[in-house]
């Protein structure tokens, strides 16, 4: 069933362009503040104390009395994680000697911190060591794992070096005897192990990871043998909790049923997508079809009912997650920046199972808007939750709009979501071009050269997503190109320069023949349009978005004097193309015919509220917030 | 200060009509129903266990041991108090021996559970009587005090009885003892004693129920000598909770400030109202203008910026609670039937202090559609939170809208919204009537003959609110008449049958002079008109709901083709009178012209949806869910 596969992170060069104009940001400005605030020495941040938690925990296994030595989340281990394995991308596309020597000092004390056994866990280590393993619903040792394997996958390909690695072997060996040898019951609370076991298992060719990941997916939602559920008898056995989740809400971490009989998308959003990323990953790597049934059932549930049309996914700030088919509310939307990753993540690994433009679309929605939007456009501050509506005086301050911020915070306790931003804007290369069987998969449009296995060097020029055309010249070598036409391109040309016809295009793939020396143009359809939601969507019944592109826009007060509650689209009127924002990197608005309200007398009245001609202002969604707290909408009324 | 008061429940005679029939309901359907749950001898409903409360009580009191007596919730009393108030109000309007004498028992029963010291609650006295008045902000003690002093009030009223009023009394001695002569800290975490103590004080003349409403109402939200909480020290002063209340949430029970400082409605709806209320009353009686001041601050954030167009209020279930201005959502609104009772009891206080039609609209408002929304038409069911949108497979399972139930449930184990629907409807006549010095008001339009004290004997014959003319005739005496004209009468006559002239309007009242004999005419507009709500608003921009008269029409599935969500109006068209809905007690639908949204391929589109002319079919707010699970809107897009 596989017939394409994520090139690895160096056989793209980015040349200079949008992607790498965010590496760079990433490189210069991201990592680096990281790094200082997990040695606690950023100004301004919350006190991290991941580096320290890692030299306690050493300190512990050699007998040292640390006291209360750790601080912070259960899985602050993770953020260490996720910046090396950012790091690990970054010094694969922009060696950096220093960075390298500071990274492989992380390493170092992070090996120092594991246990002789193999486990790997400085909350755990430092705390109290008979709860190793004890409470898979909320302890995420298995989810600490996994963000450490992905990261020594990726600072393997990035720079040679296999300490990390090794360690991760060594702790894969740790899991495997616990889980397998010693058939323990149990699976992880959060997945992500399950995704980071088959990056392993192709890093390594370790069977005992590919092994551990099929165990993981198949135990998972299966009934103990007295009808029971794991989660369930785990917090019997115990007398502690950490944070007392609920161990009888199933849906939350997806284990109401066996994966294979899932079909709505449940729970907490992140958790949901990186346990389908494996799911799918998994499905084409051992060709189970009934697995891969499962994910399509699982994708369609949230490309077609529960998700934004920004590509955010998760309707509650309650347990961060999926609510109901479409519920989608979008002033006290969740969206959090990692469930985008997420779905970008799920997205890759459907497309090695089939390439199928409607996976490339969604991760390419998922990237422009949401995971983009968590982002300051400095790299300085980070949404975690990403509503399309937002009214300061009621966002971040209504208790059911708490979690919904009208500005980017600077760096939360739980810092999930900026390293997570880092890690996927680094690795872009790697979900932007696949290859298969002679075959190369230009999925999303990024500028540089692409080295593919069976020997085609591809050249892409653009200026995508401002720009709408994508030159592919084959450098080297020959085969098949299959370039995605995204299903926003109404009218699209693709196609040899030395031809005059069109290529045919099957699933969202244009499939042309091409050797060296070949020039394929793209001609994307750049006009701006308006955007409806089914009926079903309560919220946006009445109501259009704008879109170009990619980009999904939105307005902000800033540009429509102060007040955006009181626009109303006339989209029967052309949308034309304004000026580029120098505080928005250089974006486009979109200029829209509508009008205004008129403020009416009182809350309510029998008077139909007259309304005034103006042309309306939007930006691309991902560039909000950047000027200031003002009002925003995707959706407008017309 | 004092120009207006309610008139006492004797004073109002109704005849037929629509405020009898529900009268009829509640005497017929609600009263026996609610004794039986009381008893627990109603099936179907949750266990009640309240009059074994009382027994227990009483047993404990005499020294036996009654274990684990206590069953409910620590306000489970006031179920009983607000039973006997509405059997109060009813037995003044139709005497009836049998359920005066079950009324008389259960009054017995209540007596042997008071402590001789005066105090009664069950709750402590079964479980632990060391833990009296050490939980104000839990406890509900003085809650339950207030609605037996408001029970003992309306039973004499009713009946002439007074033993309840004098086990009151010797209640209210145990209050004033220890909240005064001890001079201990604290005041009500649920209002709801001060405006019973005042009811307490026209009833018996007693200074101290005077005093002591004074006292709670001027120590609420003041800084304790050292200037901290009072809610906070006595949480520091105990080692246990009931439900683990945040002490430090001074919002939540209207403590943030001192009461003459506040000026947003905030924190939990039910207590607000009840504390502005007192607030209000007591400023009337004092002449307190600053107090007043308050008050009409406080009026003015809930109508002016904190209220649905149903007279519904608290926007969240998070702590059922106001949040921010304009913040009304209508899916995941909480807007709970007491809240509205509570909006009522506050607008009748503020018309004693100013006779404005503001308050008078507001009150029918709250009453036509949230209260009686609150009551399944055959009396059996009974919502506890009204939005204005449902749809089944959301509303009532999404995390978000938990609260927002499809069809009205039987009967809560937390049973406070049924008996004050009940308490509402039987003492309709005292919100209709008010009088002042030779003057008769007349706030809301219900049939039936008014004493006034000043000598005048009125009639009023009317099928408000589904029919527009009002007909009041002067039967004895003379003085002037007070009319309220409503807002929503966009063409309004009200004038003497003898006279060309009509009345002139101040402030939402047509005064009249009227003499034995005199017929006066009142001819309110019975059009159907569109209504708009402030774009800052956000949840109805774009939209618009239909009224005709007091009240507010929704769109429900069944008369729509099971599918309210992808109707537009046409608002540009008239709105029709149709057909009286037999299942819904009569009540007329309104026709409008509109449109139908065709299907979507998918969630987003680009393809303008099509849309179909349709005739739209809304029927009155309060009618709604009486036919079946189905979906239902306010507001629809125009």
Known sequence: MKIERKISIKQYKP???????YQKL???VVIPYQYDVLCDKAEGAEKSHVVQNFINAAAALRGEDVGDGFYGMVFQDSDAAKWLEAVGYSLALYPDKKLEETADSLIDIIAEAQDEDGYLNTYFTIKDREKRWKNLLEGHELYCS???MEAAVAYFDGTGKDKLLKVMLKNVEHIYRHFITEKHDGYPGHPEVELALLKMYRATGEKKCLELAEHFINVRGVPLTD?????????EQRDWTVWGNNAEDLNYQQSFAPVREQSDAVGHSVRAVYLYTAMADLAAETDDKELL????????SIADKRMYVTGGIGSTGIGEAFTVDYDLPNDTAYAETCASCGLMFFASRMLEAAPDGRYGDIMEKAFYNTVLAGMQLDGKRFFYVNPLEVIPGVSGIAATHWHDK????????????PPNVARTISSFGTYAYGEGENTAYCHLYAAGDVEFSFGMKLRCETDFPQGFTVRYTVL????TLAVRVPSWSVNTSVKLETSNDTAAIKQGYAYIEAKAGDVVNLELDGSARFVYSSSKAAENTGCAAVQRGALVYCFEGVDNGGDVLSLILDDSAEISVGDAVPELGGAETLKVKGYRIAPTEGLYTFEKPKKVSEELTAVPYYTWGNRGENQMRVWLPY
């Open 15 to 21: 040349s200079d362009g949008f992607i790498s104009r």
């Open 26 to 28: 990433v490189r210069e």
């Open 146 to 148: 996994g963000h450490f």
């Open 227 to 235: 009808g029971g559920s794991f989660y369930k008898k785990e917090a």
């Open 293 to 300: 049934n499962a994910c399509e059932r699982l994708w369609s």
């Open 406 to 417: 009208p500005q980017r915070p600077e760096w939360f306790a739980c810092a999930c979501c």
């Open 476 to 479: 080297e070598g020959e085969g």
